[in-house]
């Protein structure tokens, strides 16, 4: 199941995102800036410890308000993504 997950992510969801960017942009190449990895990487590793503090404070349980926080987590994501794609 992992495998198949990983593999639909990276082929279709990754491809609808920049698919849609390419439409806005009247498909032009999208061009990649590969200054702000290090900022990246520290915000994803910020997200992942974020993760395993709350489920450690949730107990190891996934219940109603630990997807809701993980939901948030993601929104703030996603909205700082399409912040930093509209500037």
């Known amino acids: 199941q992992a495998f198949g997950?990983?593999?639909?992510d990276a082929?279709?969801?990754f491809g609808a995102v920049m698919l849609a960017k390419s439409c806005a942009t009247g498909f032009?190449?999208?061009?990649?800036?590969?200054?702000g990895l290090q900022r990246e990487g520290?915000?994803?590793?910020?997200?992942?410890?974020?993760?395993?503090?709350?489920?450690?404070?949730?107990?190891?349980?996934?219940?109603?308000s630990f997807g809701g926080a993980c939901l948030a987590m993601y929104a703030g994501w996603l909205g700082y993504q399409i912040f930093l794609a509209c500037r």
């Open 42 to 64: 520290a915000i994803d590793l910020a997200l992942v410890f974020a993760y395993v503090w709350l489920f450690y404070l949730f107990r190891f349980r996934l219940t109603r």
């Open 28 to 35: 032009e190449p999208i061009r990649l800036a590969a200054g």
């Open 5 to 8: 997950s990983n593999t639909f």
């Open 11 to 13: 082929l279709v969801a």
